[in-house]
């Protein structure tokens, strides 16, 4: 049985994204937002899916020793079956893999029998129809609200549309499956996604980026709520 975030499915969430910490002490980094991190969100670049590289299965394990919190790990990597396992393995909770890459079916596959929470991605360009055959089968969507592969990009607005068509079609299915957004989400914009029916916002700079990560979380979840 996968391991479930401490929320339930469809509250509002925070993601901070330590891809905007500072890498030589991810430990500070992921106490110091400890109390306001509902899930803390990885962000793996294979150089290759996007034009950029971050971490892999090894800095997942290390920081694994540190945080009990749930793992949210979203693979920006052209052939993610290749390394599922390895996440899995070094302590990932979750594994979000990219619609664009396709092999869906067999991406899911593997990642429920390593009794990984299953997340499926899609690019801001990839329309709402590419994931709709998939929602019953996986437990989040992330709409990507940036062109993967670098923190600090300004939010695309019209991604809004199709986080409500998501929205719309998981709560007329009844489904449990959460809805994440990923990029540019700040004070600004993450009560503008709440309000298209998102419910887990990932936030790198906003965050990491503040004078203090734990207030700034915390104020991105209560204007977020207060939407
Ligand atoms: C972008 C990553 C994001 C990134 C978000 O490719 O998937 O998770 O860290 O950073 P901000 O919040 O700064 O847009
Ligand atoms: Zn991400």
């Known amino acids: 049985m996968a ?3 401490d929320a339930p499915v469809g509250a509002l969430q925070i993601a901070p994204s330590i891809l ?7 430990a500070s980094a992921i106490h110091a ?52 396992g390895a996440f899995a393995e070094a302590g990932a909770d979750g594994c979000t893999v990219h619609v664009e890459v396709g092999n869906t079916a ?10 990984l929470n299953v997340g499926l991605a899609c ?10 055959p998939w929602l019953e089968k996986v437990d989040l969507v992330l709409c990507m609200t940036v062109f993967p592969g670098f923190a600090g990009q300004a939010f695309i607005e019209s991604v809004l549309d199709k986080v409500a068509l998501v929205r719309a079609a998981v709560d007329r ?16 914009t993450a009560p503008r996604a709440v309000a298209a029916g998102a419910n887990v916002l ?4 906003a965050i990491f980026g503040a004078p203090s990560p734990l207030a700034a979380a915390r104020d991105l979840h209560a204007v977020a709520a207060a939407r």
């Open 3 to 5: 391991r479930q975030p």
């Open 20 to 26: 905007s910490a500072d890498f030589s002490d991810l």
């Open 202 to 205: 990932v936030a790198g700079s």
């Open 33 to 84: 937002v400890d109390a306001a991190t509902d899930r803390l969100h990885i962000d793996v670049m294979d150089g290759h899916f996007v034009p950029n590289l971050t971490l892999g299965p090894s800095v997942v394990a290390s920081i694994r020793r540190c945080s009990a919190k749930f793992f949210d790990c979203h693979l920006m990597v052209t052939d993610p079956g290749e390394y599922l």
């Open 123 to 132: 690019n801001p360009d990839t329309p709402f129809e590419a994931v709709a």
């Open 106 to 115: 067999a991406l899911i596959a593997q990642a429920r029998a390593l009794e």
């Open 173 to 188: 299915g009844g489904l449990a499956v959460d809805i994440e957004v990923d990029g540019g989400i700040d004070h600004e």
